[in-house]
């Protein structure tokens, strides 16, 4: 949130009665013309270019459009009663978007109760559409969403990514005309392309440094500037497929203000690391946790060339390895229907629930590991909020009651202040699809156009 969006929300938060309170944070926080922020002993300089009015202006019909994408329909007075926006500045706002395009009225509401005019409803509009492109291990997934977010199509497409580089391309190319057809979108109303690949990934220059399916592929993978010659009237987003799925909690407003680690749990396990905006970092490698070393003595090798990394000492095949060191215990067990299970993590914690001696024995070991790992993650980046994506989302209760006694034996970690922990369990397609939204969503809405005045006005 910038220091100007600050100060908005103060003012809003005050009763419109309170008029001295009013005067006396105009008198605080703006020093001269140029909107001189005071920060109590230290002064920090923020000067717009453009008037105060202006930004008002800017920044109500911003928070005026997000609420009318966010519902089905709405009412002047609904969107006053959110945002506490008059409602004059609120008709001159929706007279504007709808010289835009961007919304339009659907009929008249119900009177209340007392009687009176019926309002009239709108409801968000917009012909653009996103399309959503995220790689797994067997196949590419593609999904078109509108500027609500909702799905209009989606497809897989099965792949082998020991193929080359160059029938990737192939295969990407007429499946996008392809999908396009299908959802009967014309080039003109496709706004943006958002690639997701795991891997080391450039988001600046779009270029992909290391991808983990293809490492036959090579390095410096240029994609974004192969998709812009293909489309060079859309936006092309090529990014990390760990950070799309962790900014998809962006969209939701309990999290926009935190320090964020979303964990994502699937093949490997890496994370995202946001404050306000998702962090990458000089080399793209920030939230590589998945290479933290955690037992130096550990005997394999991880794909990175170092020992004991964090992935591996969770990873399935060491869950599996676990099992099978328990010859006496492992036929009495009822994990041993689900070794060689597709989802044996999961079934893991279900049987740990269910009180499977075995399986709570290795439960307790990962919950130890995942301990180490979060007080690394305190140590470099201290979050307030701890999300579990993918596979280890699923942990269950007992998982939970072991990781919070592991967590207090770092004793100098306050346990009422330490990072809440949340497990998202939506599927991972869903993640990299609100993600991909996002991003581009974003850059779509920043548009200044939208916010200016009518010719009317």
């Not at 202006?54 to 920044?59: E, F, I, M, T």
């Not at 926009?256 to 680690?261: A, E, G, L, Y």
């Not at 992935?311 to 215990?329: C, F, Q, T």
């Not at 067990?333 to 070794?339: A, C, N, R, V």
Request: a neutral charge; one cysteine or more; aromatic letters at 10%.
């Amino acid at each position: 949130m910038t220091m100007l969006e600050m100060r908005i929300e103060i003012w809003y938060r005050i009763p419109k009665q309170n008029e001295k309170l009013k005067k006396y944070i105009e008198k605080k926080f703006y020093k001269n013309e140029n909107m001189r922020w005071s920060m109590g002993k230290e002064e920090e300089k923020y000067t717009k270019d453009a008037s105060m009015p202006s930004d008002l202006k800017y920044l109500n019909r911003k928070r005026i459009l997000q609420m009318i994408r966010n519902e089905q329909v709405v009412s002047v007075n609904d969107i006053s009663e959110a945002t506490r926006i008059s409602r004059p500045t609120i008709k001159r706002a929706i007279q504007s978007f709808e010289e835009k395009g961007l919304l339009v009225s659907v009929g008249k509401g119900s009177s209340t109760n007392t009687g009176g005019k019926r309002p009239e409803l709108y409801t968000f509009c917009c012909e653009k559409v996103i399309l959503c492109i995220y790689l797994e291990k067997k196949y590419i997934h593609f999904a078109i969403l509108n500027m609500k977010n909702e799905c209009i199509r989606e497809k897989e497409v099965l792949f082998n990514y020991e193929d080359t580089f160059e029938k990737f391309q192939h295969i990407l190319r007429h499946n996008i005309y392809l999908i396009l057809q299908e959802a009967e979108t014309s080039y003109e109303d496709l706004y943006g392309i958002s690639l997701a690949i795991g891997g080391f990934v450039d988001r600046k220059l779009g270029i992909v440094r290391f991808c983990a399916l293809a490492p036959e592929w090579g390095r410096n993978i240029p994609i974004k500037a192969w998709l812009e010659e293909l489309f060079p009237k859309q936006v092309i987003v090529v990014e990390n497929l760990v950070r799309i799925a962790g900014g998809s909690l962006l969209l939701e407003e309990k999290y926009r203000s935190k320090r964020i680690v979303a964990i994502y749990t699937e093949e490997g396990i890496s994370a995202c690391y946001i404050d306000g905006e998702v962090l990458t970092g000089r080399n793209a490698l920030i939230g590589e946790i998945g290479h933290m070393t955690i037992d130096y003595s550990d005997k394999e090798v991880c794909s990175c060339g170092s020992r004991g990394c964090f992935e591996r000492m969770v990873s399935e095949d060491r869950i599996k390895e676990k099992l099978k060191e328990n010859p006496k215990k492992l036929p009495c067990s009822t994990m041993k229907q689900w070794i060689e299970s597709d989802e044996l993590i999961r079934h893991l914690f279900e049987e740990a629930d269910k009180g499977d001696e075995l399986a709570k024995e290795i439960v307790s070991y990962v919950a130890e590991m995942f301990s180490l790992i979060l007080k690394n993650i305190a140590i470099n980046f201290d979050p307030e909020i701890i999300v579990v994506q993918g596979k280890y989302a699923y942990a269950g209760e007992y998982f939970e009651s072991e990781l919070k006694e592991a967590r207090k034996k770092a004793g100098f970690f306050p346990e009422e202040t330490a990072s809440k922990l949340y497990y998202d369990m939506r599927p991972l397609r869903e993640l990299q699809r609100f993600g991909g939204y996002h991003e581009l969503a974003e850059m779509f809405f920043e548009n200044p156009q939208f916010y200016e005045g009518t010719t009317l006005e």
